[in-house]
Antibody, heavy 121, light 112 residues
Framework: EVQLLESGGGLVQPGGSLRLSCAAS????????MSWVRQAPGKGLEWVST????????YYADSVKGRFTISRDNSKNTLYLQMNSLRAEDTAVYYC??????????????WGQGTLVTVSS | DVVMTQSPLSLPVTLGQPASISCRSS???????????LNWFQQRPGQSPRRLLY???NRDSGVPDRFSGSGSGTDFTLKISRVEAEDVGVYYC?????????FGGGTKVEIK
């Protein structure tokens, strides 16, 4: 059974940093691209970033480019999202999602339960 | 960016009656491999999103056959043949053909 468990969310001040983690199990982690998708309170879904299975290809939404960094440790079956220079508009539940292949980015097959990031002074 | 436009925003439905959600994209979603990467997700209240359909009309494992998807190019539809209480929630279409990946704004399905 595929399981994705996010952690690392919390309250951070504007301009601060936070690192999210997503622990994966139930599949061969290194064989699949992974993504982060966020949802602001009461709003819709917004794709944030995607990383290929090998970690060699990264993709970012313009809204986070230059501030967020996606990475993975295939030996630990864990996906990360390093978030710097955080803004109030980054406040959201952040979901980790599994993609359909190592370089298959067209959909999100499975989602985690999400972790809430609140950016506020 | 490809804009995904869903309608209606809200859909009150009587139990046992059909429901239909439209999703239109600002560009064709046919990829260079000939496949149309259009997905539908369901988000029940208080839950994470769950994929229902991918590549327009392929149902995920465990998804009831009352859910169906159709369409081509820029015009797509999600249909629920007979709405049940467990179908309450917000439905999102999402295109996986062009970067950046984009979602529709969502359609809230509720019981009348």
């Amino acid at each position: 059974e595929v399981q994705l468990l996010e952690s690392g969310g919390g309250l951070v001040q504007p301009g601060g940093s936070l690192r999210l983690s997503c622990a994966a199990s139930g599949f061969t982690f290194s064989s699949y691209a992974m993504s982060w998708v966020r949802q602001a309170p009461g709003k819709g879904l917004e794709w944030v970033s995607t990383l290929s299975g090998s970690g060699s290809s990264t993709y970012y939404a313009d809204s986070v480019k230059g501030r967020f960094t996606i990475s993975r440790d295939n030996s630990k079956n864990t996906l990360y999202l390093q978030m710097n220079s955080l803004r109030a508009e980054d406040t959201a539940v952040y979901y980790c999602a599994k993609c359909p292949g190592s370089t298959g980015y067209s959909t999100f097959e499975y989602w985690g339960q999400g972790t809430l990031v609140t950016v506020s002074s | 960016d490809v804009v995904m436009t869903q309608s209606p925003l809200s859909l009150p439905v009587t139990l046992g009656q059909p429901a239909s959600i439209s999703c239109r994209s600002s560009q064709s979603l046919v990829f260079s491999d000939g496949i149309t990467y259009l997905n539908w997700f369901q988000q029940r209240p208080g839950q994470s999103p769950r994929r229902l359909l991918y590549k327009v009309s392929n149902r995920d494992s465990g998804v009831p056959d009352r859910f169906s998807g159709s369409g081509s190019g820029t015009d797509f539809t999600l249909k629920i043949s007979r709405v049940e209480a467990e179908d309450v929630g917000v439905y999102y279409c999402m295109q996986g053909t062009h970067w950046p990946l984009t979602f529709g704004g969502g359609t809230k399905v509720e019981i009348k």
